[in-house]
């Protein structure tokens, strides 16, 4: 039977939501929509309905983005590129340079074909220029933006919905995003995202409903094009329990035994096709959510390519798969699963090693090679895909993109032990994977197996490589505080020479007046070095503000009178040398006289030495200048 569209059916109530909110934002009031929904419930049916009347329109611009799940995590930027695609396609190359402004840079890190930049902009900057560019296009026309499948998306594109929920009011912007509410459990990242969006009232969620009996029959008979559905009508309600896409799905076989399980339903086009269209199918399936007519031509062979058009053809007029000029996909997320579990094993290895290597030679991108991990997984190949694993964490984690990093990250892990001589294979050592992975899942907000990860790679760590474990102990320190441990004081004795323990014993030592004087590390926080002036003093001074003087305690650096520093940080790690270079920590008792900046400082600020009784800049051996990698912004 051949595929026919439905009319939209039983979703006015929705649309009217869509359209009202839409009428807001025309008005100049930013407004967001979520669509909330699960599988199958016809989420991107509803958006397509209402985007194509808003194209009708011609006044308003509509940029989509779809968020994609590689497998080993989510597809890095998938949804973002999307959106600076149809801005370019809509603007121009120049002009959304000029609207994305003097950080136009780093669009270079979603779309380095569409845009010819350098790219050097962090990778954290980047839901700040896409949402700013969005804006930015708002001010002067009416703009609509699509996001699907947000339970997919990435850190990167989470944060550049939440930057366009919460833009002030005063542009033309609506945003409607939609997602599967029965994937977003207790512990999705998304799930918090949202329930403080709603907190603060800046979105209205939109539930889509399962449809009525009487919905079911009306689209039954659209897609018969028959008003009578016949006897069948009971079972198909029965089965389909309302689901739009089971309806489309079963509906053609009315009359027939209809499966029992999910995946034979899901199945039931793809199993009157010919061997030859399901073949093709298999192989489509197993480049992904989408293929390329690249991609397959590189993989498979462009003769073989042009051989199976007769079979792709066929299947998209089953509607198994859905062409475009660029490639193929499945109609339905769900029915490329079922088709992925029909490869068997040596075709699996086969297609997923022919894939890999089709990729191996394209130009170099985050999510290009968490693809190229998630192949040479699925093909079985363990050196192969290990190396694939760290290459594709160490990428991901450089570009902001966590969650596939510690994906990444934790499946090298379990690869490791597959591979003879691994070290080699993946290009770094057990223990320092380990930590680069714990750093990866710190910034999920895992902490507790960031820390477990910590203590294993300590464990490991060889001894003769002091500045490595000096490193590695600072970057356990922070894990520890942050995730409530005690054991981040006992990371940085460990990592501190025997001169500064010495002097810390010292300095616990001391009277309760020369600790607030010394600011070791039992000292209770500092107060200025002098009493405050009075408003008027203030006010005369407020022409020639002179430079202020910080005093404060990190618990980090304690200080001892005799101006011996406990902690040295070169590149904010512990080092057991005294050969660091100038710098000034905001969160220290003194200031050094050359103060130019701190490692965790956002920026340099300069200040005055500390003058009066006992007044000399601190330093460490040599009268070198001190730096603290856990300072924290003074108080004054």
Same mark, same amino acid.
């Given at each position: 039977?051949?595929?026919?569209?439905?009319?939209?059916?039983?979703?006015?109530?929705?649309?009217?939501?869509?359209?009202?909110?839409?009428?807001?934002? =025309?008005?100049?009031?930013?407004?967001?929509?979520?669509?909330?929904?699960?599988?199958?419930? !016809?989420?991107?049916?509803?958006?397509?309905?209402?985007?194509?009347?808003?194209?009708?329109?011609?006044?308003?611009?509509? /940029?989509?983005?779809?968020?994609?799940?590689?497998?080993?995590?989510?597809?890095?930027?998938?949804?973002?590129?999307?959106?600076?695609?149809?801005?370019?396609?809509?603007?121009?190359?120049?002009?959304?340079?000029?609207?994305? !402004?003097?950080?136009?840079?780093?669009?270079?890190?979603?779309?380095?074909?569409?845009?010819?930049?350098?790219?050097?902009?962090?990778?954290?900057?980047?839901?700040?220029?896409?949402?700013?560019?969005?804006?930015?296009?708002?001010? =002067?026309?009416?703009?609509?933006?699509? /996001?699907?499948?947000?339970?997919?998306?990435?850190?990167?594109?989470?944060? +550049?919905?939440?930057?366009?929920?919460?833009?002030?009011?005063?542009?033309?912007?609506?945003?409607?995003?939609?997602?599967?509410?029965?994937?977003?459990?207790?512990?999705?990242?998304?799930?918090?995202?949202?329930?403080?969006?709603?907190?603060?009232?800046?979105?209205?969620?939109?539930?889509?409903?399962?449809?009525?009996?009487?919905?079911?029959?009306?689209?039954?008979?659209?897609?018969?094009?028959?008003?009578?559905?016949?006897?069948?009508?009971?079972?198909?309600?029965? =089965?389909?329990?309302?689901?739009?896409?089971?309806?489309?799905?079963?509906?053609?076989?009315? !009359?027939?035994?209809?499966?029992?399980?999910?995946?034979?339903?899901?199945?039931?086009?793809?199993?009157?096709?010919?061997?030859?269209?399901?073949?093709?199918?298999?192989?489509?399936?197993?480049?992904?959510?989408?293929?390329?007519?690249?991609?397959?031509?590189?993989?498979?062979?462009?003769?073989?390519?042009?051989?199976?058009?007769?079979?792709?053809?066929?299947?998209?007029?089953?509607?198994?798969?859905?062409?475009?000029?660029?490639?193929?996909?499945?109609?339905?997320?769900?029915?490329?699963?079922?088709?992925?579990?029909?490869?068997?094993?040596?075709?699996?290895?086969?297609?997923?090693?022919?894939?890999?290597?089709?990729?191996?030679?394209?130009?170099?991108?985050?999510?290009?090679?968490?693809?190229?991990?998630?192949?040479?997984?699925?093909?079985?190949?363990?050196?192969?895909?290990?190396?694939?694993?760290?290459?594709?964490?160490?990428?991901?984690?450089?570009?902001?993109?966590?969650?596939?990093?510690?994906?990444?990250?934790?499946?090298?892990?379990?690869?490791?032990?597959?591979?003879?001589?691994?070290?080699?294979?993946?290009?770094?050592?057990?223990?320092?994977?380990?930590? !680069?992975?714990?750093?990866?899942?710190?910034?999920?907000?895992?902490?507790?197996?960031?820390?477990?990860?910590?203590?294993?790679?300590?464990?490991?760590?060889?001894?003769?490589?002091?500045?490595?474990?000096?490193?590695?102990?600072?970057?356990?320190? /922070?894990?520890?505080?942050?995730?409530?441990?005690?054991?981040?004081?006992?990371?940085?004795?460990?990592?501190?020479?025997?001169? /500064?323990?010495?002097?810390?014993?010292?300095?616990?030592?001391?009277?309760?007046?020369?600790?607030?004087? &010394?600011?070791?590390?039992?000292?209770?926080?500092?107060?200025?070095?002098?009493?405050?002036?009075?408003?008027?003093?203030?006010?005369?001074?407020?022409?020639?503000?002179?430079?202020?003087?910080?005093?404060?305690?990190?618990?980090?650096?304690?200080?001892?009178?005799?101006? +011996?520093?406990?902690?040295? &940080?070169?590149?904010?790690?512990?080092?057991?040398?005294?050969? +660091?270079?100038?710098?000034?920590?905001?969160?220290?008792?003194?200031?050094?006289? +050359?103060?130019?900046?701190?490692?965790?400082?956002?920026?340099?600020?300069?200040?005055?030495?500390?003058?009066?009784?006992?007044?000399?800049?601190?330093?460490?051996?040599?009268?070198?200048?001190?730096?603290?990698?856990?300072? &924290?912004?003074?108080?004054?």
């Amino acid at each position: 039977m051949a595929h026919v569209r439905a009319p939209l059916v039983g979703r006015a109530p929705e649309l009217a939501v869509l359209r009202e909110a839409y009428a807001e934002a =025309r008005r100049g009031a930013v407004r967001s929509v979520l669509v909330a929904g699960e599988a199958g419930i !016809g989420k991107s049916r509803l958006l397509r309905e209402f985007v194509s009347e808003l194209r009708e329109s011609g006044d308003t611009l509509v /940029v989509s983005g779809a968020c994609a799940d590689s497998g080993s995590g989510p597809l890095p930027y998938a949804a973002l590129e999307g959106l600076v695609r149809d801005v370019v396609g809509a603007l121009g190359a120049d002009r959304t340079l000029d609207e994305a !402004g003097p950080s136009a840079d780093a669009l270079g890190l979603v779309a380095p074909r569409l845009i010819d930049v350098r790219v050097q902009a962090s990778p954290g900057r980047l839901p700040e220029v896409v949402a700013g560019l969005l804006a930015s296009v708002a001010q =002067r026309q009416p703009l609509v933006v699509v /996001v699907e499948d947000l339970h997919w998306a990435d850190d990167a594109t989470r944060a +550049t919905v939440d930057r366009l929920a919460r833009l002030p009011q005063g542009s033309a912007l609506l945003l409607v995003a939609s997602y599967r509410s029965d994937d977003v459990g207790r512990g999705h990242p998304l799930r918090s995202m949202l329930a403080e969006l709603e907190r603060a009232r800046l979105v209205t969620r939109l539930a889509v409903p399962r449809l009525d009996e009487g919905e079911i029959a009306q689209l039954a008979a659209a897609l018969l094009g028959d008003d009578d559905v016949g006897p069948g009508l009971a079972d198909l309600i029965d =089965r389909s329990e309302g689901v739009p896409f089971y309806v489309e799905e079963l509906v053609g076989f009315l !009359g027939t035994d209809l499966p029992d399980s999910l995946r034979d339903l899901l199945l039931l086009r793809y199993s009157r096709l010919s061997p030859t269209a399901q073949e093709f199918c298999r192989q489509v399936a197993a480049a992904g959510p989408r293929a390329s007519y690249d991609l397959l031509s590189d993989a498979l062979g462009p003769d073989a390519v042009v051989a199976a058009e007769g079979a792709a053809r066929e299947a998209v007029a089953a509607a198994v798969l859905e062409g475009d000029e660029d490639g193929y996909a499945f109609r339905h997320a769900l029915v490329q699963e079922a088709v992925l579990s029909e490869l068997l094993p040596g075709e699996r290895r086969r297609l997923h090693s022919a894939y890999a290597n089709a990729l191996e030679s394209y130009p170099t991108t985050v999510a290009r090679l968490s693809e190229i991990a998630e192949h040479w997984w699925r093909a079985r190949v363990p050196d192969r895909a290990l190396a694939a694993a760290v290459r594709g964490q160490e990428a991901a984690d450089r570009a902001g993109s966590w969650t596939t990093a510690a994906t990444l990250g934790e499946r090298a892990l379990d690869l490791w032990e597959m591979v003879p001589d691994a070290e080699e294979a993946a290009g770094v050592s057990h223990h320092q994977l380990v930590i !680069g992975v714990a750093d990866s899942v710190r910034s999920t907000t895992r902490l507790d197996r960031a820390l477990a990860l910590c203590q294993q790679a300590l464990a490991e760590w060889p001894p003769d490589d002091t500045d490595g474990l000096a490193r590695a102990l600072d970057n356990a320190a /922070v894990i520890a505080a942050q995730a409530g441990s005690t054991e981040g004081r006992a990371f940085l004795e460990r990592g501190s020479p025997s001169w /500064v323990r010495a002097r810390t014993t010292r300095c616990a030592r001391c009277s309760s007046s020369r600790r607030r004087e &010394t600011g070791c590390s039992t000292a209770a926080p500092a107060r200025r070095s002098r009493a405050r002036p009075s408003a008027s003093r203030r006010r005369r001074r407020r022409g020639r503000r002179p430079a202020r003087r910080w005093r404060s305690t990190c618990a980090a650096s304690p200080v001892c009178r005799s101006g +011996t520093w406990a902690v040295w &940080t070169t590149s904010n790690a512990l080092v057991t040398s005294p050969s +660091t270079t100038g710098g000034r920590c905001r969160a220290t008792t003194s200031t050094p006289p +050359t103060a130019t900046s701190c490692e965790a400082s956002s920026r340099s600020r300069s200040v005055s030495p500390r003058r009066g009784r006992g007044a000399r800049a601190r330093s460490g051996p040599g009268g070198a200048p001190m730096r603290c990698s856990r300072a &924290t912004p003074p108080r004054r």
